[in-house]
């Protein structure tokens, strides 16, 4: 769908994790020892950046980086990592996302605890500084307190001579009233279950298909649903759907379904169809389910059975 000299940009957030791995969640008011700790990059647009360079395609990262020792380490891994991070805003006044995280190694579910009350985000106008030139796809990570800043974005690139071609993509993950507003904004409309959910949909089916009257004309919609796999909606009513491909053991599910909207985009963005997407997308996300973290992901043959699984998996967006 975009050529490969085309680069893939990310608007959303960037976040410091501090990651504990424990034996089992701890009790509230004891002295748990743990297995290790570590930090992490983290941010749903940040590791659909992390997941896209890995899968081989070119992309950049948009959000806000503030001026403290947390944004130095996200500043030093994005490099590390190859991802082109300088036309992030600069927010001196604001404080870094933070989350701290549990991960139990029973099971590999995660138990977040997120702060971002000082973090900034990015404006419309600071979007504007964005050269779209060379761009072929934008994803934009959804966040209900910039609903209005987005949709101005996604109207800058719309009426933008120089962006006729270029591809949006929206995430609606939170289960926020105002994250409707939304819906009509991207070619691509990934949905999590916790909002699906939240807007009345038993099923990924069930979401997909309601959804669609609510996206713009040609959109596709598309749902994963946990451990049931995924779902999508094309603008003509055809519907596919794919199976998860879980790990045989779950180690992690953080960044589960930012690995599965990622491997989408990379699919589609290679000129796959929406079917093949999101089974790449189970794919991928399956595999990063069963290693600790999103570092060294690829896209994994087709398994010909499911294979047994220890654990719960998390696609959630």
């Known amino acids: 769908m975009a050529s490969s000299e085309q680069r893939v940009v990310c608007v959303g957030l960037i976040c410091f994790d501090m990651i504990t791995v424990c034996d089992g969640f701890p009790l509230e008011d004891t002295d748990t020892p743990c297995r290790e700790q570590h930090w992490a990059r983290g941010g749903n647009a940040s590791n659909n950046c992390t997941v896209l360079r890995q899968l081989g395609v070119p992309c950049e990262l948009v959000g806000t980086l503030a001026a403290d020792d947390a944004a130095k380490f996200l500043r030093d891994d994005l490099s590390t990592c190859g991802i082109p991070h300088d036309r992030c805003v600069e927010d001196p006044a604001g404080a870094t996302p933070t989350a701290f995280i549990i991960i139990n190694a029973l099971n590999g579910s995660r138990t977040i605890l997120h702060e971002s009350t000082r973090a900034s985000e990015v404006t419309a106008a600071q979007f504007d500084d964005v050269d779209l030139r060379g761009c072929g796809w934008v994803h934009f990570e959804g966040r209900s307190r910039n609903v209005a800043e987005m949709r101005e974005m996604v109207a800058r690139i719309r009426r933008d001579d120089a962006a006729d071609s270029i591809v949006v993509s929206v995430e609606l993950e939170k289960p926020r009233r105002e994250m409707e507003q939304l819906l009509p904004l991207g070619d691509f409309v990934f949905v999590g279950k916790e909002f699906a959910v939240f807007s009345g949909y038993e099923s990924m ?15 596709t919609v598309i749902c994963p649903w946990g451990e049931e796999g995924a779902c999508a909606s094309t603008s003509d009513g055809t519907v596919f759907t794919a199976a998860a491909e879980p790990p045989e053991k779950v180690v992690d599910t953080i960044g589960a379904g930012d690995t599965f909207i990622a491997a989408c985009i990379a699919q589609l963005y290679k000129g796959a169809s929406v079917e093949a997407a999101i089974q790449a997308g189970c794919r991928v996300a399956g595999a990063k389910c069963g290693q ?6 690829k896209l994994p043959p087709p398994s010909p059975l499911c294979k047994p699984r220890e654990g719960t998996i998390n696609l959630n967006l």
Not at 292 to 297: I, N, P, T, V, Y
Request: no cysteine; net charge positive.
């Open 292 to 297: 600790m973290g999103l570092k060294d992901l």
């Open 205 to 219: 089916r069930a979401a997909v298909e309601g959804l669609r009257e609510k996206v713009r004309g040609g959109a």
